[in-house]
């Protein structure tokens, strides 16, 4: 991973953003840093963060979820020979087959894949998970 480039905000409200070597956004990136700790330090800045390869419809499903309740999140595009240094997380057992991307991050935890985010939205555990991250305020219902 090179370090963040460009922010691009969505129609949705959300913001994608391009990596590159140079940048003075307060997610730069130290090109010295390997890209395990980049994702990691990546993961810790944003209470909410999408890792998705570019054009994944996978991911514009996971904004406009969040979106709606919303939580608009960091969403950081990877490279496919980045996508294995993504943390995996015991919650792989569970049924969620995205050990790639895209992945979702609530406050610095692996939520897993689409299927995994519109699990815990159908249960009612998504808005209390977004509220403990800090990505949303309390109270209130969608």
Not at 10 to 16: A, F, H, Q, Y
Not at 59 to 81: A, N, Q, W, Y
């Amino acid at each position: 991973m090179q370090g963040v480039r460009r922010f691009h905000p969505l129609s949705d409200g959300g913001v994608r953003l391009e990596l590159s070597p140079t940048t003075s956004s307060p997610l730069a990136i130290d090109v010295e840093e390997s890209t395990e700790t980049r994702i990691q330090r990546l993961i810790s800045e944003s209470p909410v963060v999408i890792f998705s390869r570019p054009a994944c419809c996978m991911c514009h499903v996971m904004k406009r979820l969040l979106s709606t309740i919303g939580v608009h999140p960091t969403v950081i595009e990877l490279d496919d020979h980045e996508i294995p240094a993504l943390p995996s997380s015991s919650s792989s057992a569970d049924g969620d087959s995205s050990a790639g991307a895209p992945a979702v991050f609530i406050g610095g935890s692996r939520v897993g894949g689409l299927e995994n985010l519109v699990a815990l939205h159908l249960t009612g555990h998504l808005r209390a998970k977004l509220v403990e991250a800090g990505a949303l305020e309390g109270g209130g219902t969608v």
